[in-house]
């Protein structure tokens, strides 16, 4: 069958690397997606978002792409730096609802 | 521009006791909602306010309650505190048609003992 990102908990890369990281959302009615970066002692931070009728979305170093058939989401962070270390969770939203949705968080470590 | 606001930063509790925590949105958002973080894990939706009501609720009981004043900010209470309610509480807040996605603040850490 098809291969997909497995989510992992932690992942580590090197300083100039690309980190890709991966997350499996629940509900298929979800027509918006969000990537937060969380560092310790504050609260979720707004990356980057994506809609359903979108199957990818490019930013500042970031690009988040969504895969509907297998409820797939992944973020790639280009050239990651130590300052990108933190935990990142993937949010759904259903449209018409209001709550979010997070997924399990990825820990991030960056060395230089 | 400040974005969301709350207070207090850091409370411990006793098992029992009753806690009430406070949210300002961003400027220019009417929407507020409550999450409750455990330790090591995502946040978990608890309710959400918009025009001071209480517009959906997740999977969390009655002790849980909460408040929308007119200027927008809000209020989470909780009553007759358990162990299991030692969390960081987080606020977010949304604009008008939620375009601009949810603004999280730094969130209430509470530790009930």
């Known amino acids: 069958g098809e291969s997909v990102g497995l989510h992992l908990p932690t992942l580590s890369v090197q300083e100039g690397d690309n980190s890709i990281i991966n997350c499996a959302y629940s509900n298929s009615a979800s027509d918006y997606f969000i990537w937060y970066k969380q560092e310790s002692g504050k609260g979720p931070q707004f990356i980057i978002d994506?809609?359903?009728?979108?199957d990818k979305r490019q930013g500042q170093r970031v690009t988040v792409l969504l895969n509907k058939t297998v409820k797939h989401l992944s973020l790639q962070i280009a050239a990651t730096q130590p300052g990108d270390s933190a935990v990142y969770f993937c949010?759904?939203?259903?449209?018409?609802?209001?709550?979010?949705?997070f997924g399990k968080g990825t820990t991030l470590s960056v060395s230089s | 521009d400040a974005g969301v606001t709350q207070s207090p930063t850091h409370l411990i509790k006793t098992r029992g006791q009753q806690v009430t925590l406070r949210c300002s949105p961003k400027?220019?958002?009417?929407?507020v909602s409550w999450y409750q973080q455990a330790l090591g894990q995502g946040p978990q939706f608890i309710f959400q306010y918009y025009e001071e009501e209480e517009r959906q609720r997740g999977n969390f009981p009655d002790r849980f309650s909460g408040h929308q004043f007119p200027n927008y900010s809000s209020e989470l209470n909780v009553n007759a505190l358990l162990l299991g309610d030692s969390a960081l509480y987080l606020c977010a807040s949304s604009p008008p048609g939620l375009e601009g996605g949810y603004t999280f603040g730094s969130g209430t850490r509470l530790t009930v003992v």
């Open positions: 994506i809609r359903s009728n979108m």
């Open positions: 949010a759904e939203n259903k449209s018409g609802g209001t709550a979010l949705i």
């Open positions: 400027s220019g958002h009417d929407t």
